[in-house]
């Protein structure tokens, strides 16, 4: 298949371009065909990974079914692996087919596991990044073992946001099958404070939902190596685990480097408040694989997710020739971590702390709507 001089070429199904998907299956611009570059048939919604862990959810409802989603939406879906760019021949190089020529080019490929600072972490380790290979290797690995009851000691390294979900997530699928099974110890280990990047106030409510599922808490502690039994700490110490689950430090994939894009510090492309990648008319990049050099934030979807609209309105006016859009992302953000059992922990800037049903209940309704987007006819 060759691709029109006109192509707009999404690489990436992550958060921002599903939307852009939508945007355009609703309302076309004449002349812009939309394609998609996705190394994956169906793209997780990570807000609904632990509660899936947890079996709160299936796996068909946390998954968005990107052909499926193309076909409603008029996107050419390309099944490939995008490898490079070439700026000057404005074509995405692709593992094991040819390069895919582009008007518009946007790159929403998400982050990857940094695992250089934990030897044996790819051998004996689950990282929860790709989630799509993650789920895979949980199926083989923890699947089996939580249902069979053969889990001992679970170390989930990395106490960040998603680190203390999937901890309550493992503590609500074990607790499910305790009738079965002896109970598995399960430890959450970080080299700061859990979620330092909450305040204090939902941090206390984190710590109290911690001990009330009794789960371990090892703070201020650095792991530096998976082996069979244990994760090795910085001071040497063995602490024992079966299963290991990785939530640490995540990074840009490398190729974005052999781009000729401009980077910022941490890898991701450096990108004016128009989304577009610095210095170029004709490349866009969003989510965390981008960094918008005027309002640097941290890694969240919620920030992928407000950038949707924004991208599919740019890319609309730089097609059409007008001015774009500047973006300005929100500097406080809504976290809501669920515990698994029904109650779930919220907190926004400096001061809003809330712990409770009401909040699971909120964060369910907030993830199935944004689900049902993509997953109905649109
Ligand atoms: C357990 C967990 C829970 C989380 N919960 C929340 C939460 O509640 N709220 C929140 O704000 N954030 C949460 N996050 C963070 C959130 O997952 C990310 O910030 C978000 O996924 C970023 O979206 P994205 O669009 O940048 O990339 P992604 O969602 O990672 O999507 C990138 C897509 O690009 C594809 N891709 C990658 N490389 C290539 C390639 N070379 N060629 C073609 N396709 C490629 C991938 O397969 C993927 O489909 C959580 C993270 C985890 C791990």
């Given at each position: ?153 679970v170390a989930v390294v990395g106490n960040g946001a998603a680190g203390v979900e999937l901890a309550f997530a493992l503590a609500a699928r074990l607790r499910a099958r305790a009738q079965a099974s002896p109970p598995a110890r399960i430890t959450l280990i970080g080299s700061g404070p859990v979620v330092a990047t909450l305040n204090a106030g939902v941090r206390r409510h984190i710590h109290r ?170």
């Open positions: 298949m060759t691709q029109a001089p006109g192509d707009v070429v999404l690489i990436g199904g992550g958060h921002t371009h599903i939307q852009v998907m939508t945007a355009f299956g609703r309302r076309p611009e004449p002349g812009l065909r939309l394609v998609l570059i996705s190394d994956q048939t169906h793209a997780p919604y990570s807000g609904m990974l632990p509660g899936h862990l947890a079996g709160l959810y299936r796996r068909d409802e946390m998954l968005i079914d990107l052909a499926a989603l193309a076909e409603a939406t008029g996107t050419t879906l390309i099944l490939a692996r995008a490898t490079g760019l070439d700026l000057a021949r404005r074509q995405v190089l692709c593992d094991g087919r040819a390069p895919v020529d582009y008007h518009l080019a946007s790159i929403d490929v998400g982050i990857i596991p940094d695992l250089s600072g934990i030897a044996g972490a790819d051998r004996d380790g689950l990282a929860v990044k790709p989630i799509g290979s993650f789920l895979a290797r949980c199926d083989a690995i923890l699947g089996a073992a939580v249902d069979e009851g053969r889990l001992r000691d939902a911690l001990d009330r599922h009794g789960i371990a808490r090892r703070d201020g502690v650095r792991i530096v190596a998976v082996e069979a039994g244990a994760v090795v700490t910085a001071t040497n110490e063995r602490i024992a685990a079966d299963t290991v689950l990785i939530s640490t430090r995540a990074r840009p994939p490398r190729w974005l480097g052999e781009t000729g894009l401009e980077l910022s510090q941490d890898g991701s492309v450096a990108t004016a408040p128009t989304l577009l990648a610095m210095g170029r008319e004709d490349v866009f990049a969003v989510g965390d694989c981008a960094t918008i050099l005027e309002h640097s934030r941290e890694k969240a979807g919620v920030f992928a997710v407000r950038q949707g609209p924004v991208l599919a309105r740019n890319i609309r006016r730089r097609w059409r020739g007008e001015e774009l859009e500047r973006h300005r992302p929100q500097t406080a953000y809504l976290v809501i971590l669920m515990t698994g059992d029904g109650r779930a922990i919220a907190g926004r800037g400096a001061w809003l702390a809330a712990e409770g049903r009401l909040v699971w209940w909120l964060k369910d309704w907030i993830d199935r709507r944004f689900m049902a987007r993509f997953q109905t006819a649109i």
